[in-house]
């Protein structure tokens, strides 16, 4: 594993006003050895025109000809991958310019651990407005179905781990911590000590969103059930308390209250490394 591919998966739904960022902020990455798989989920926009106008032969476009919901466009991304490390990019993010860089070098140096994941800025109008996910760099055990520790998208695995594990397309949303929940589990994963991973919550959230994606949890807790049923399904439980706390939260605080309380606000310096890193990807 001296110099890994490594597979970075991209779900792309009429996205031709971030796609473009988002393939420049791996052609400026430190680490070269990357396939992109970008699966177009019947984009009805330029999405298909700006990915193509990349000439880049480690960008892989596969299409759905009418859109099929990000469920199975991973799905479709996740067969397509050669990598022997595996990671996750959506349309509208973008990673800082040694993402790959560093996660691989504590791959190389952790051969028993499986999954990792880095810290998230959360932008708001090309602005850093709060970060979230910063780890320790320790070393964990994921030994029970409970709630995922580290964000989906921020994370690298091994693609041995995989095995007959998919996304589920039949969950509209959450399909990726559930995906996530399922590979882990039994597995090591370490939570690192820097941002990479650039996440325009205002785009990607809202009320209804997270509502239903409590809904969709709370299925995924249950595939469980054979094996360990009482947590399965007091997890399944609390998530449907989440429902009634965020209703609750909504009506009286406003639905900015959820976003904001889900993060931490950053000092001067993740502000000046988002800004240098915002500025390096303008030259690409």
């Given at each position: 594993m001296s110099n890994p591919l490594v597979s970075?998966?991209?779900?792309?739904?009429?996205?031709?006003?971030?796609?473009a960022k988002a393939i420049k902020s791996l052609l400026y990455q430190t680490y070269t050895n990357w396939e992109c798989i970008i699966v177009n989920d019947g984009s009805t926009d330029n999405t298909v025109e700006i990915i193509k106008g990349f000439e880049d032969s480690r960008i892989k476009l596969y299409s759905f000809e009418t859109n099929k919901g990000r469920g199975l466009a991973r799905k479709l991304a996740l067969q397509k991958c050669t990598g022997e490390l595996y990671a996750m990019l959506d349309a509208d993010d973008w990673y800082y310019h040694d993402k790959l860089e560093k996660q691989v070098d504590f791959f190389k140096k952790n051969i028993d651990v499986d999954i990792v994941s880095c810290g998230m800025i959360i932008q708001k109008d090309n602005d850093c407005v709060a970060v979230r996910g910063i780890g320790d760099n320790k070393i964990y055990n994921f030994d029970k179905p409970?709630?995922?520790?580290?964000?989906?998208?921020?994370?690298?695995?091994?693609?041995?781990?995989?095995g007959s594990h998919v996304y589920d397309v039949n969950f509209k949303l959450g399909q990726d911590t559930d995906f996530l929940r399922r590979i882990m589990l039994g597995r090591k994963y370490a939570q690192l000590d820097f941002v990479g991973y650039v996440y325009d919550e205002y785009i990607s959230n809202n009320y209804s969103k997270i509502l239903s994606s409590y809904q969709f949890s709370a299925k995924g807790y249950l595939k469980f059930i054979k094996v360990n049923p009482f947590i399965s399904i007091f997890n399944a439980f609390l998530e449907y308390v989440k429902i009634l706390r965020l209703i609750f939260l909504v009506k009286f605080f406003g639905f900015d209250y959820i976003l904001k309380s889900r993060s931490i606000a950053v000092n001067n310096d993740l502000t000046s490394e988002f800004y240098f890193n915002l500025d390096k990807l303008k030259l690409v």
């Open positions: 970075i998966m991209i779900p792309a739904y009429n996205a031709e006003m971030t796609i409970r709630k995922v520790p580290i964000p989906h998208a921020s994370s690298m695995f091994r693609a041995n781990i995989v």
